[in-house]
């Protein structure tokens, strides 16, 4: 599929999406809002993937929606924000909580990294927060911006936000829309780590392909599962769930191989099953 707003690629098991827009930070737009699902529903089914990288063109993440279209609404015409516009559910399966229009990223069967390399602002940082991991340029700068435009903490921001940095960093930088450099975002929990900016990427996918080659896929995807679902669950459900995902764990090719390697000592061969 030829992309508009988007780029998608994949190299070393690794497909990366990428937020291509760069004229304006990223800004997101709905054409790009419907090409991220559908890269992300590309990489989940193709089973040379394993890692997904979220990224932006230029110096920008996302510099949360487009003004353009903000503007418009403002002034009562252009195309009105859906708020309750639910597309199919990425996966019928998961949560119904995972099932609503941004919210389907813990659905995504694999990592999905946030390479934060610039501005980050408004939906761009509602996204980046739907990511499992967030690795972060020294010069990006995170904004919730929505109350300096007159709105609210939208897309499950006011439920994601607080579970990474606390409740009361949480209104700190919903309340104020401060900006907080990658420093800070690295202090108080909002970001895995802060690289230099020219590294960011090298980085980012050194580490995604050792994910996608020392790894048990299938261990990936249990435990994405396990923590995304856990805030729901009580702790007895939680060691429920997990019992029983042991017991399948002790039956897969994958728990076997990595006896295997590690006994052999040599490289893993993971298959995902």
């Not at 487009?66 to 019928?92: A, H, T």
């Not at 960093?169 to 907080?180: E, G, I, M, Q, Y």
Request: net charge neutral.
């Amino acid at each position: 599929m030829a992309y508009e707003h988007i780029l998608y690629g994949v190299a070393d098991r690794v497909a990366t999406v990428t937020l291509n827009r760069p004229e304006r930070l990223n800004a997101w737009t709905r054409i790009m809002e419907r090409e991220v699902r559908d890269a992300m529903e590309q990489a989940a089914r193709d089973e040379a993937v394993r890692v997904i990288v979220l990224t932006g063109a230029g110096r920008g993440f996302c510099a949360g929606a487009d003004m353009d279209n903000l503007n418009s609404i403002q002034s009562g015409g252009g195309e009105r924000q859906q708020v309750n516009d639910v597309p199919p559910p990425f996966d019928p399966k998961s949560r119904p909580d995972f099932q609503l229009r941004y919210s389907y990223f813990p659905a995504v069967p694999k990592p999905v990294i946030g390479a934060i390399n610039g501005p980050c602002a408004g939906l761009g940082m509602v996204m980046a927060l739907y990511c499992d991991l967030r690795f972060a340029a020294q010069d990006a700068v995170f904004t919730t911006a929505f109350a300096r435009r007159g709105l609210i903490a939208e897309h499950g921001i006011s439920w994601l936000l607080p579970r990474l940095v606390g409740q009361a960093n949480a209104l700190d930088l919903l309340l104020s829309a401060r900006k907080v450099g990658a420093d800070e975002a690295l202090r108080i929990g909002l970001v895995n780590r802060v690289l230099p900016t020219a590294e960011l990427m090298h980085e980012v996918n050194a580490y995604a392909k050792e994910l996608a080659t020392q790894v048990s896929p299938r261990s990936i995807r249990v435990m994405k599962r396990q923590l995304w679902d856990t805030p729901f669950e009580s702790l007895g459900e939680a060691i429920a769930t997990a019992n029983e995902d042991m017991k399948q764990s002790f039956q897969s090719e994958d728990f076997k191989e990595g006896v295997a390697h590690f006994v052999q000592k040599r490289a893993p061969a993971f298959t995902g099953r």
